[in-house]
């Protein structure tokens, strides 16, 4: 059994700690008559060492500390535990006159356990990861101690909600971009100072397209989106150069070739060019690394509709074509062989034009199918049930990525009263732990709705201390953002705040957990109708408390389904150490995400993306559902088979599989989790017994986007629970 001491580094637990401390409490107490005799010293370690084991994961001091205090006053020696209680507040004191200096000495260290797996696509050994790690400690502690009010820093640390990114609070930043490529490319845009004009071919588009990929990832914190069909039209400018190019090259040589054979060697170089310009995309963003020491998490959107006219509609075929074969390939590790990347991610949109077997591209979606079966990628949008949701003030229904893992937009018509998306953003999340709503309220139901309305306006005043931070940004600070197209195009010394109004950008009320909470409150899952009416209304008691606010500040408040990846483990502490452990809603590691049917849960697929889709179509804020399946490479029609149940019944669905590799023994299958003589969680070979993670590759969806670099015990935990769904 392990300890996770105050600056995150883990160590064994050892008793006898316990013992002295409760020794030195007990002889500062001058009158004998009030002390403790060493018979129920004794017996008190033994019963916090038996409440420690219980919990099974690795405690940390302030648990320990808090059953110490309770044990001590069980005893009746109420002044050896305000003598205990005295003791730990005054070194409380001294702590909090320095907050970070410990929590960056362990991560220089790499002896943060908490920092090390808090982030599943950071590698924390990198020097430029602990060098935004350490700025993200620094940010956290002048955003507690001066920057956010005491009732929500106190909140977020206690786990009733979770303030997003406090390691970038500090700064004026944002979440996460839906990123105007086509204004970029089409109208030139300004790179570290230097003009960057319209591209003359689709290579070079790519090649700038990773450029500004990489900078707009280092000025906010989030994930981007950009879609391939704002690449199409340079197929096309890139053919009519291949053409004139072999016409020079033909009379140069006197050369006399027919028109259809001119059409077929251009066509084929025009296909290179496609090669290598994809080429460019996937490995540059694998390769890059921004400040904040990671590959820019981007998504890549590819949607056949979104094309201007059909030459356009062919190309961007071409593009996804490539794309989808490239993925199905995969990126080569240090030992050179081939293993599933995380970015970018890409989402497929499924469509009249290839969702059937006689439709013109459905060769395309049958791809994209084999691709999801090896590389866990592309998710699929359904056109169909998107324009049904996302629905504008015209009347009129659109179809457009989300910004990152799954952020969506909301629907806005511009000044011309068509509609936008592209160049929008979102200002920031702060999520509402619903579990602790339902387990504070004991199952009264009255009691339930007083306290989740007072914790929803606890949220809108911490979603108001984000909006009121980007106040006042003057978009000097990242140019590429807010001058150079990205986002907008104003002037020098232009503060932003026209585009945090009249819903330009969203600001995100995120919720987790209602898995558990219909359980606690209702006794029934979600799976079940009783279950069911009562999640709904949870979620509508979230939607009409955004749109009060939404109505009353013209901010566009925005329900989000969060992706907890970290932040799972801290709320299930949270929640055992404030109501211990209540089975079927507290005794896991982890709560379950957003809306989702828990993981353990003995569902189909079908059934699982049915009841989802309820929940999902009321979550406009950002929401995917998934389903857990085996191997399905030689299984290609039962994947096509999901993929069309997607278009008919949800909007944003995706399939996880996996693809792992030993670089040990070169084992290609499954890595699996097991529980080590600590009961620590980890990852081994099952073929070897390799239980080194430098030496393992795990790909693991873990919240939208795919892990690479591991997870904290509670999520490993979740993972290793998922049970199959096909």
């Known amino acids: 059994m392990n300890v996770i001491k105050r ?12 013992l002295n401390a409760v020794i030195k409490a007990n002889e500062s107490i001058d009158d004998k008559e009030f002390r403790m005799s060493n018979k129920q010293i004794s017996a008190l370690v033994e019963n916090v060492v038996k409440s420690c084991e219980k919990i099974g994961r690795a405690v940390s001091v302030e648990e320990i500390q808090d059953m110490v205090e309770e044990a001590i006053m069980a005893t009746g020696a109420f002044k050896v535990a305000k003598s205990y209680i005295t003791y730990r507040y005054k070194h409380e004191l001294i702590r909090k006159s320095n907050t970070t200096d410990n929590q960056i000495l362990t991560l220089l260290e790499g002896a943060n356990e908490e920092v090390k797996q808090e982030n599943s696509n950071k590698n924390p050994t990198v020097v430029s990861v602990q060098r935004d790690y350490m700025a993200g400690e620094v940010s956290k502690d002048i955003t507690n101690r001066f920057l956010l009010p005491e009732e929500v820093v106190n909140a977020h640390k206690e786990g009733i909600i979770h303030f997003h990114d406090a390691d970038y609070y500090a700064q004026h930043m944002h979440n996460c971009d839906l990123v105007n490529l086509e204004d970029m490319l089409q109208n030139g845009t300004v790179i570290s100072g230097t003009l960057i004009e319209k591209p003359h071919s689709f290579s070079t588009a790519c090649n700038i397209a990773t450029q500004i990929i990489a900078q707009v990832a280092s000025s906010q914190y989030g994930g981007q989106s950009i879609s391939l069909a704002h690449l199409a039209p340079f197929v096309d400018i890139s053919r009519q150069k291949i053409r004139k190019q072999l016409i020079d090259e033909m009379n140069l040589v006197g050369a006399n070739l027919e028109n259809d054979k001119i059409d077929e060697i251009v066509e084929k170089r025009v296909r290179d060019e496609i090669k290598k310009g994809v080429q460019t995309i996937q490995y ?9 020491g990671q590959s820019p998490f981007i998504t890549e959107f590819m949607y056949l509709n979104e094309a201007k006219n059909q030459r356009e509609k062919d190309d961007l075929a071409l593009i996804i074509e490539e794309t989808l074969n490239q993925r199905i390939i995969g990126t080569k590790n240090e030992e050179g062989v081939y293993i599933t990347p995380a970015f970018p991610k890409i989402i497929y949109v499924l469509e009249e034009d290839n969702i059937n077997e006689d439709s013109k591209y459905f060769y395309l979606t049958e791809l994209a199918a084999k691709c999801t079966a090896k590389r866990m990628v592309p998710d699929y949008i359904s056109e169909k049930i998107m324009l049904r949701d996302k629905v504008d003030k015209n009347g009129n229904g659109n179809c457009f990525p989300c910004m990152g893992c799954r952020s969506f937009l909301t629907p806005y018509i511009d000044e011309n009263g068509k509609p936008k998306y592209y160049g929008r953003f979102n200002q920031g999340v702060v999520t509402i732990n619903l579990v602790d709503v339902a387990c504070s309220s004991e199952k009264n139901m009255d009691e339930f709705w007083k306290i989740f309305d007072q914790r929803l306006e606890l949220c809108h005043r911490a979603l108001r201390c984000r909006h009121e931070r980007l106040l006042g940004t003057t978009s000097d600070v990242a140019p590429i953002l807010w001058q150079h197209g990205a986002l907008a195009r104003l002037k020098k010394g232009e503060k932003i705040d026209k585009l945090l109004y009249g819903g330009y950008s969203t600001i995100s009320l995120g919720f987790a957990g209602l898995w558990e909470t219909v359980y606690y409150m209702t006794g029934k899952k979600l799976t079940e109708e009783e279950g069911q009416e009562f999640g709904i209304k949870v979620m509508e008691f979230l939607n009409a408390h955004t749109a009060a606010w939404k109505a009353a500040e013209n901010i566009d408040y925005s329900l989000y389904g969060t992706p907890l990846e970290s932040t799972t483990y801290k709320f299930a502490k949270a929640l055992q150490r404030r109501f211990g452990i209540i089975n079927g809603v507290t005794d896991k590691n982890y709560i379950t995400n957003s809306y989702h049917v828990h993981v353990t849960e003995q569902i189909d697929a079908f059934s699982k993306l049915g009841i989802e889709s309820k929940f999902q179509r009321l979550s406009p804020g950002g929401a995917v559902s998934y389903v857990e399946v085996p191997n399905m490479q030689n299984n290609i029609p ?15 669905a995706e399939l996880n599989t996996k693809s792992d590799y030993c670089q040990v023994c070169g084992y290609d299958g499954e890595i699996k989790i097991y529980t080590d ?44 629970e998922r049970v199959l769904h096909l």
């Not at 540059?284 to 904040?292: D, E």
């Not at 039962?638 to 944003?652: E, G, R």
């Not at 081994?684 to 015990?713: E, M």
Request: glycine share 8%.
């Open 677 to 720: 003589k600590n009961g620590k969680l980890g990852w081994k070979c099952p073929h070897c017994g390799n239980t080194d993670q430098t030496r393992l590759n795990v790909a693991r969806r873990t919240c939208g986007y795919i892990g690479s670099q591991f997870w904290n015990q509670g999520r490993t935990q979740e993972i290793k």
């Open 7 to 18: 600056s995150g580094k883990e160590v064994e637990f050892d008793q006898n700690k316990i």
């Open 638 to 652: 039962a994947v096509i088979s999901v993929m069309k149940f997607m278009y008919d019944n949800i909007m944003y």
């Open 284 to 292: 540059q963003v694998v390769t890059l690394m921004t400040t904040n």
